[in-house]
């Protein structure tokens, strides 16, 4: 996983001003400025073919022109240059929503190609004109001592973003200082969720993440087309190419602006190579601590967090949460499964006063995985990275497949992503809303390595549960003793808020991790979802 800055990524985002070059000569002018390349035929179907035979050739990185200027321009540089608001394209429609550009940076230094799409084939609906859109340093606002000031003419986008509506209440959210979901670096892309913030983001695919002796790919989407909106539409379709040492893939996103954004998106993949882990649908979030795991003055902060937990949703419709943990090294779980209904890295503690931070991380957005088609066998891996700080991307999330990924490999997929507040889908369980860990026993009591653990359920089933009955705690540890269980409602925490107390220990010798699995029912029936626990012995 890249090291990105993820503070200074996302306050770039949040205060962004919202093949060879085609000669200028040759170029059309476009209603926003911008200037357009010579016209080629375009479609879905051809973009498909494109990448299938990408893969049979070897694979060739974009050349990067004035990497010594492009060096120059950090994080600090970079977010000082904006892209000019009446230069977006739509900026005047068709649709509601313009579109702005990133400028190339340090950190984002690969070519990315930007084409404008029009229907002009009658008669041929599959059948566009594509042209590209060239780069001019003028659509950008930046310092006169900026770096940037120094780029050649063969400099190239970064990546884009999509403005808030251009026809909406202005007073509420000016479409010229906020964007509503970005594409930047490599194939990631972000999105905001009800509380208007970027936090969590996706990736086009993830190639040997964590992988023993195999060093982790990063693909990179060279290419975006943009279908111009429909007038009346809250939906933007764009397409990308995605090329990279051991994969192509042509994607196509219908990206909808709801109470937060809904993402269908559509992938035809082909693999140059053997994969050792072929990660679908990849989610990378940001955990450093919570109430449950905060060492003593290692920050001020009640919690730091994007995400809280991974929620799964299995082909066998059970409902998991798995909260996140920091581990000391490199940690990967694989939850296997048959054709998942879903998956998400989640973010549910939704109170400033657990953060007490102005970047106010109780509005980050949750990221759920909607699989459109089985998927068959394979596993959710979730990958835990050590961090000290809150700086860097430290989590991931993807679908595995069982079968391996070899060279001459295609996948086709088609999978829809919710960047919201919480799970999109009801269950009607209670929902796990805490996990707490201290030392075991009572006070005077306290034996020598063993761990009470206090773990919360919450409306759902529970709101019904007949007066004077106990739910059951069906609990299960992987080793370990388990003592004093007890099931109790939460003090002054309402008839529906229950919490299960249990002591873990004394544990045996050994260093390895302890699974630990837990759910409330009332005779057969099921009232919770199902808390596991991965707890690491210090």
Not at 425 to 453: D, M, Q, S, W, Y
Not at 485 to 493: I, L, S
Request: glycine share 8%.
């Amino acid at each position: 996983m890249p090291e990105f800055n993820r503070r200074q990524f996302l306050g770039l985002l949040a205060t962004a001003a919202a093949s060879a070059a085609i000669p200028w000569s040759n170029a059309l002018a476009a209603d926003a400025g911008l200037a357009l390349g010579a016209a080629n035929t375009f479609s879905w179907d051809g973009l498909i073919g494109e990448a299938q035979l990408l893969a049979q050739q070897p694979f060739q990185p974009a050349p990067q022109p004035d990497s010594a200027i492009l060096q120059q321009i950090d994080w600090e540089a970079h977010g000082k240059i904006h892209f000019k608001s009446e230069d977006a394209l739509f900026a005047n429609g068709p649709g509601q929503y313009p579109l702005a550009f990133f400028h190339p940076g340090r950190f984002f230094q690969s070519p990315v190609q930007m084409y404008r799409l029009d229907h002009a084939l009658e008669g041929s609906p599959s059948q566009m004109i594509a042209r590209e859109i060239l780069f001019d340093k003028r659509h950008f606002d930046m310092p006169a001592d900026s770096p940037a000031q120094h780029l050649g003419a063969q400099t190239h986008y970064a990546g884009f973003r999509i403005q808030e509506s251009r026809l909406g209440d202005q007073s509420r959210l000016n479409w010229q200082n906020n964007d509503w979901a970005a594409f930047l670096g490599a194939s990631y892309f972000r999105a905001i969720g009800d509380d208007y913030q970027y936090g969590i983001s996706a990736r086009g695919i993830a190639i040997n993440a964590v992988e023993p002796d195999q060093p982790e790919e990063f693909p990179a989407f060279t290419r975006f087309y943009f279908d111009p909106p429909k007038d009346g539409s809250n939906t933007v379709i764009v397409y990308a190419l995605l090329d990279g040492p051991s994969v192509t893939g042509a994607y196509r996103f219908a990206i909808t602006r709801t109470v937060g954004v809904v993402m269908d998106i559509d992938a035809n993949l082909f693999l140059r190579r053997d994969v050792a882990r072929f990660g679908i649908a990849p989610a990378t979030s940001m955990y450093w601590f919570s109430e449950k795991d905060k060492e003593f003055q290692i920050d001020w902060r009640p919690e730091v967090h994007d995400s809280d937990g991974l929620a799964l949703w299995t082909g066998a419709n059970e409902h998991i949460w798995r909260p996140l943990i920091n581990p000391g090294g490199i940690n990967v779980s694989a939850f296997a499964d048959h054709n998942p209904r879903g998956f998400g890295l989640m973010q549910r503690e939704r109170h400033f006063d657990r953060y007490l931070d102005a970047v106010h991380y109780e509005r980050r957005p949750s990221l759920w995985i909607e699989p459109l088609e089985d998927w068959g066998d394979g596993s959710v891996q979730l990958v835990e990275l050590h961090t000290e700080e809150e700086l860097y991307d430290n989590i991931v999330a993807m679908w595995v497949p069982h079968a391996k990924a070899t060279a001459g490999s295609s996948y086709r997929l088609h999978y829809r992503l919710h960047w919201m507040a919480e799970e999109p889908f009801k269950t009607g369980l209670a929902r796990c809303v805490a996990t707490r860990i201290g030392r075991g026993g009572e006070p005077a009591k306290r034996p020598p390595n063993v761990h009470k653990f206090e773990v919360e359920f919450r409306g759902g089933a529970l709101d019904q549960l007949p007066a004077g009955t106990i739910p059951e705690a069906v609990l299960t540890v992987s080793r370990g003793a388990i003592s004093n269980v007890a099931t109790e409602t939460v003090p002054n925490g309402g008839p529906e808020h229950w919490r299960t107390l249990f002591d873990l220990g004394p544990l045996e010798k050994g260093t390895d991790p302890v699974e630990i699995r837990l759910f409330l029912r009332n005779g057969g029936q099921t009232l919770s979802e199902t808390w596991l626990y991965q707890y690491h012995p210090a």
